[in-house]
């Protein structure tokens, strides 16, 4: 095993490492950590207890990864930041813990987290993400894959981000934002299909339009959701990508105020 742990770090010995692990200047590991094979932190990175990266995870100066939840319902008890291989964490980036004995803040694999990202409790993001410099996910968001979120932007509690969607810089997110669908403005509405994304994704050219027209019925005609979900069902070819979007919409409606992660309220 060849590990790298310059001398100025300050790492627990009750921390695990895998092979290949680099740990630079003035780093502090705390215990019941994990880092995966080839992991490496720049100096002055900060991983606490309670965190476990996969694989291949390169750790930007000043990032600051399994920090205590900013919650006041929080009272010390055991919980986890869990990261997946290949993420990339840039300079002052902050992942927080969970709420609640036991629970993860829990993130994928190949995300891009740009400098001063912020993510939150309880959140749970997928693979293959970019949340550029300055995005601020509040707790308990879920966060899908293939999502790009631009600079700034900052989401709600119990929001949800459907995958292949994009939302704009700038741009405040206080209700679900569906997969595959393009948003912004304050508050982010949708204003377009992701059909750059989608194509990259390899999705056949057949399904792209009949997203596309699910979307016009969703997001420019006159009908309310409900009843442009009934005439989805009824008119359009069904695909996979179709019934996923249909779910996705159908979680949203039964939460609150259009977040699906949060529970109806008397």
Not at 16 to 30: M, T
Not at 117 to 130: D, F, K, L, R, Y
Request: glycine share 12%; charged share 20%; net charge negative.
């Amino acid at each position: 095993m060849a590990r790298e742990i310059h001398p100025t770090a300050v790492v627990h010995p009750d921390c695990e490492l895998g092979e290949d692990v680099v740990i630079g200047p003035y780093c502090i590991v705390g215990a019941d950590v994990r880092l995966g094979d080839g992991c490496r932190l720049e100096a002055h990175a900060v991983v606490e207890s309670g965190t476990r990266l996969g694989a291949r995870c390169h750790v930007w100066s000043h990032a600051i990864l399994g920090g205590a939840p900013q919650d006041h319902k929080y009272r010390g008890e055991r919980s986890f930041l869990i990261v997946g291989s290949d993420n990339v964490i840039r300079e002052a980036v902050t992942l927080h813990r969970a709420v609640g004995e036991g629970k993860a803040t829990l993130i994928g694999d190949g995300n891009w987290f740009m400098a001063y990202a912020h993510v939150g409790h309880n959140c749970e993001i997928g693979s293959h993400n970019t949340l550029s410099s300055y995005v601020g996910l509040s707790g308990h968001v879920t966060i899908e894959d293939h999502v790009v979120l631009g600079g700034m932007v900052g989401v709600h509690q119990y929001s949800r981000i459907g995958r292949l969607a994009m939302v704009g810089g700038v741009s405040k997110v206080n209700q679900d934002i569906p997969p595959f669908m393009l948003a912004d403005g304050i508050p982010a509405r949708v204003v377009e299909l992701n059909r750059i994304g989608l194509k990259r994704q390899g999705v056949p050219p057949g399904v792209r339009s009949t997203l596309r027209q699910a979307y016009k019925l969703l997001y420019r005609s006159n009908l309310n959701r409900s009843e442009a979900i009934e005439r989805i069902e009824e008119e359009l070819d069904h695909s996979d990508e179709l019934e996923y979007l249909l779910d996705f919409l159908r979680g949203t409606m039964s939460g609150y105020a259009g977040r699906g992660n949060e529970a109806p309220r008397n």
